[in-house]
């Protein structure tokens, strides 16, 4: 059982950046492939970006690469998403998973988050 626990969401300008972290306890949490998804207002969840068990590989949406970067401390136990160049289409409840699916941008994680919000204004 991995218990995980985002933070780090909030209001900021467009072209701004945030830092997302996702803290993980319980089961041993390097063994996990992890992930970012995010939720927009109406729209189904996506998403966002994936990191293997110890960081060596990493695949993003489109909608994010060159503005976003995951990283994973399988000592701290934690998951983080760098974001910049922010935008309001960004705006969204973001969401931390871990897992092992078999495809890495399906929804067939195992352990969710309980998502933090971030809004960019224009």
């Known amino acids: 059982q991995v218990h995980l626990v985002e933070s780090g969401g909030g209001l900021v300008q467009a072209g701004g950046s945030l830092r997302l972290s996702c803290a993980g306890s319980?089961?041993?949490?390097?063994?996990?492939?992890m992930a970012w998804f995010r939720q927009a207002p109406e729209k189904e969840r996506e998403f966002v970006a994936s990191?293997?068990?110890?960081?060596?590989?990493?695949s993003y949406a489109d909608s994010v690469k060159g503005r976003f970067t995951i990283s994973r401390d399988n000592v701290k136990n934690t998951l983080y998403l760098q974001m910049a160049s922010l935008k309001p289409e960004d705006t969204a409840v973001y969401y931390c998973?871990?897992?092992?699916?078999?495809?890495?941008?399906?929804?067939?994680?195992?352990?969710w988050g309980q998502g933090t919000q971030v809004t960019v204004s224009s």
């Open positions: 319980g089961s041993a949490f390097v063994g996990y492939k």
């Open positions: 990191i293997n068990w110890n960081g060596g590989a990493a």
């Open positions: 998973a871990a897992g092992q699916p078999s495809w890495i941008r399906s929804n067939e994680y195992t352990y």
